[in-house]
C-alpha cells in the first residue's frame, strides 16, 4: 500500500514538473513571436522599383473590356497570376477580403496568355468574377515579373508604391503596409530601424509591430 501511494506522489510531481516546462515553453514561444519581425513581399525587381512611374499599357480583360494599367483614381493592384500555379490559387481568399478592406484599390488580375477557355474555366472555377482578369505578356515584361505570384502596388498618381513576390498573405500584405509607411518594403524598413535598436537608451526596439489589414468580412 505505501508502495502504491509512493508511486502515485511520483506521478504527480512529473505531472506537476511537465506542466511547468510547457508553460515555460510557451512563454518563449510568445516572446519569440514578439521579437521576430514578419517578412514582406521579396523584391527581387531589377527593372521596375518604388517610386518610378508606372508603365501605362492597354489590357484586354476576358470579358471584353480594355483597362489601362496605372490609371485609377483609388489606386491599382496588379496581381500577376496563373492557372496552374498552386500558391497563386492559395491567395485567392485573402484578395477577394483585400478588396473589400481596400475598395479604393482596383484589383486587376494578369495572366500572361495562353488558351482563353482554360482561363475562363479558371475564373469560374474559383470564382473570381468580381476581378477584372486580363490577358497580357506584355504587362508582365513591362513590370520585370519573373516569377508568380507577384504583386504591384500603383497610387493614385500612378507611381509604383510597393512591389514584390507575393507567397503568403503577410507577403500580399505588405503591400498595403509599405505604401502606409511611405517605404519600398518592409525589409527596408527594418533595416532602417536596426541602429535605433542597437542603442542602449532606445526605447523603441526596431521590430515593426505588423499590423495587417484587417478583414471586412469573413474570408470565403
Known sequence: MDLLIAAVVVLWVLVLVLLVVVFALARQVGVLYERVAPAGAL??????????????????????????????????LLFFLAPDCPICKSLLPV?????????????????????????????????????????SEVVGRSFGV????????????GVIASLGIVNSREHL??????????????????????????????????????HPVKDAAKEQ
Open 43 to 76: 523584391m527581387v525587381n531589377q527593372q521596375v522599383k518604388v517610386g518610378d512611374p508606372a508603365p501605362q499599357i492597354a489590357v484586354e480583360t476576358l470579358t471584353g473590356k480594355t483597362l489601362m494599367t496605372a490609371q485609377s483614381s483609388g489606386g491599382q
Open 95 to 135: 484578395l477577394k477580403t483585400l478588396q473589400r478592406a481596400e475598395p479604393r484599390v482596383v484589383v486587376l488580375l494578369v495572366s500572361d496568355g495562353g488558351d482563353v477557355s482554360e482561363h475562363r474555366q479558371f475564373v469560374a472555377d474559383e470564382k473570381l468574377e468580381q476581378f477584372d482578369y486580363g490577358l
Open 146 to 157: 519573373g516569377k508568380l505570384p507577384y504583386g504591384v502596388l500603383i497610387d493614385k498618381h
Open 173 to 210: 500584405e505588405s503591400l498595403f503596409e509599405a505604401e502606409r509607411l511611405g517605404i519600398a518594403s518592409i525589409q527596408d524598413y527594418l533595416q532602417q530601424e536596426t541602429p535605433a535598436a542597437a542603442a542602449p537608451d532606445a526605447k523603441d526596439t526596431g521590430v515593426l509591430h505588423y
